[in-house]
């Protein structure tokens, strides 16, 4: 059930204030990976640095796997007080009205990590986190997860083979969207419930990167498995406006310098766990993955690049175009 402002403001009442009765300043950090999960060992990394370049003046306390808040409610308790620091996946951004975020849904719009790094990266990128402020959000880096596959409990080699199928996704348009232009159905729901709709069949499968397949068993529900890469997973790490404002600038200052060290280890992490993920779960045999041929790739990219267009007016034409020209992408038709 998702948290009322009502609710959220008495939880933030009970709460320990961010600055202790010796000073120290506390910043929950609250995300849905599971401990294990690369995200996870990205804010400890975080944590450690953080500590380390405020000597001492700020603790940071994670709660990982859903502990404070499921995904549809961490922002709003983020906005609220009741945590400091967040790494929701971009997704999480168009619902809350800031629809550009969600450019990073649209499939295929990145070929590999090199292309996505030079939006991320650059200016684009920091003009994306500049617009969080409008919700009394600051924007402090993009941290990756990785590129999803599609799976199933039958074989998904072309996208006829989705047709009819309940997918779960998370809550976007633009994925949402995708999942339309394949024939199935997208049913939205919060990740920490994902499994059990697999496992119940209340859904009939679902898209993620191998490592949130792998931390979160949903191999063991799911027979089938394409490697389509077809949409990229990331995250932005966000604090509370007013908060992060209202700390001490050297304070700031070594939390930034906390948040730029940590990123590239971050991404390090996911990539090297997404590939450590893909290979154990093919070792257990649980689910059967299928690389597509040049010609199903083409296939699956010509299904969905038209996605693009169709949410063109969504997320902004000229922001598109401008991701096209950094990255050198050009649509199949072109």
């Not at 709460?15 to 000073?23: Q, V």
């Not at 719009?109 to 990128?125: H, R």
């Not at 766990?273 to 790739?297: C, I, Q, S, W, Y």
Request: charged share 20%; with cysteine; proline share 5%.
């Amino acid at each position: 059930m998702r948290l009322g402002p009502a609710l959220i403001a008495f939880v933030c009442l009970l709460l320990p204030a961010a600055w202790a009765d010796d000073g120290t300043i506390v910043i929950k950090f609250s995300h849905v990976a599971a401990p294990q999960a690369h995200k996870s060992r990205a804010t400890e990394h975080f944590k450690h640095l953080a500590e380390a370049y405020t000597n001492g003046r700020v603790r940071i306390e994670l709660y990982p796997n859903s502990q404070l808040y499921k995904d549809k409610e961490e922002l709003e308790a983020l906005q609220l007080g009741a945590v400091q620091m967040l790494a929701p996946s971009v997704s999480k951004f168009g619902p809350l009205g800031i629809k550009a975020f969600e450019v990073f849904d649209l499939p295929y719009i990145f070929a590999g990590y090199d292309e996505l790094t030079k939006v991320t990266g650059g200016n684009i990128g920091r003009e994306l986190l500049e617009r969080l402020e409008t919700k009394g959000l600051v924007g402090l880096a993009f941290w990756n997860n990785g590129f999803k596959v599609l799976s199933a409990n039958s074989p998904l080699k072309s996208p006829d083979d989705v047709l009819g199928l309940k997918m779960r996704i998370q809550a976007s348009k633009v994925i949402e969207a995708q999942m339309w232009a394949l024939g199935g159905l997208p049913q939205v729901m919060a990740f920490s419930e994902a499994y059990q709709a697999l496992s119940s069949g209340v859904v009939d499968g679902t898209e993620n990167t191998p490592a949130n397949m792998y931390n979160q068993k949903m191999f063991e529900v799911q027979k089938h498995a394409t490697l389509t890469n077809h949409g990229y997973l990331g995250y932005a790490v966000i604090s509370n406006a007013k908060f992060w404002r209202g700390l001490p600038a050297d304070i700031r200052s070594a939390l930034e310098r906390a948040v730029a060290e940590t990123t590239p280890v971050a991404n390090r992490l996911a990539y090297e766990e997404n590939e450590a993920a893909l290979a154990e779960m093919k070792k257990t045999g649980r689910t059967v993955f299928h690389e597509p041929t040049p010609d199903e790739r083409a296939a699956w990219m010509a299904a969905l690049v038209p996605v693009h267009e169709e949410m063109s007016g969504r997320v902004g034409q000229d922001l598109i175009e401008r991701i096209y020209a950094a990255t050198g992408f050009k649509p199949p038709t072109q």
